[in-house]
Every structure is written in structure tokens, then in C-alpha cells.
């Protein structure tokens, strides 16, 4: 059951920009964070940006003034605006939600929920 649906991910050159987009469907009780991590090979999955249902943001020190996080909380989707592209981007792209759903028909499952990751790879 895929419940986070990302795009936006591809080749591009250093210095230039590319928008990551992640929808969360199915029977959504609640979202309280939804949010961005990577990992490149061989590295640790890390945090890039993440928002809460009130707006509020938190950045990783090394995206901060590059990247730009948001979301439409009406189409339970968030965006990563990435700008200023480093070569040091380059990595697999996790879109997560934090909340609460009912999945199988009546479960109920909090935690958090992950894409299955997109790639980003930027060329010098």
C-alpha cells in the first residue's frame, strides 16, 4: 500500500534547481510533520527539511538558504524546493509523514510513514 508519492527527482547540473513533491493518500487521521531526508551511499539517512501542520519549518545547516520546504496541509502534500544545487546533494530523497492513519481497511497506524525515495543526482 503506497501512501507517500514523490516526484520531482532527476539530473541536474551544479548551481541549478529541481522541485521534489510528495502526496500522502489514504485514510489520514492526522499529519503533524511531514518532511524531507537523503542519503547517499555508504552515508546515514539524514534530515533536509521538515514542516509541522502549523507552518514551522526546521532545515538542515547545510541546505539552509538553499532549500525551501512547504506544503498544501488541503492536498496533504509537501514540497522541497531545492536551489543552489552542490554536487554534495546528491542522494536518495525520502519523503516522511508523522501522524496518524487507518491502513488493511481497519488498523489503526501511527508513526511515521516513508516514500520509497526518489533520486537526485547532481553533475559538475
Known amino acids: 500500500q503506497v501512501m507517500l508519492e514523490e516526484s520531482g527527482g532527476g539530473l541536474v547540473q551544479y548551481g541549478g534547481s529541481l522541485r521534489l513533491s510528495c502526496a500522502a493518500s489514504?485514510?489520514?487521521?492526522?499529519?503533524?510533520?511531514m518532511g524531507w531526508y537523503r542519503q547517499a551511499p555508504g552515508e546515514q539517512r539524514e534530515l533536509v527539511a521538515s514542516?509541522?501542520?502549523?507552518?514551522?519549518?526546521n532545515y538542515a545547516d547545510s541546505v539552509k538558504g538553499r532549500f525551501t520546504i512547504s506544503s498544501d496541509n488541503a492536498k496533504n502534500t509537501v514540497y522541497l524546493q531545492m536551489n543552489n544545487l552542490k554536487v554534495e546533494d546528491t542522494a536518495v530523497y525520502f519523503c516522511?509523514?508523522?501522524?496518524?492513519?487507518?491502513?488493511?481497511?481497519?488498523?489503526?497506524?501511527?508513526?511515521?510513514?516513508w516514500g520509497q525515495g526518489t533520486q537526485v543526482t547532481v553533475s559538475s
Open positions: 516522511k509523514s508523522e501522524g496518524a492513519r487507518i491502513i488493511q481497511g481497519t488498523k489503526l497506524m501511527t508513526g511515521d510513514f
Open positions: 489514504g485514510r489520514i487521521l492526522r499529519i503533524n510533520t
Open positions: 514542516i509541522g501542520s502549523d507552518g514551522s519549518t
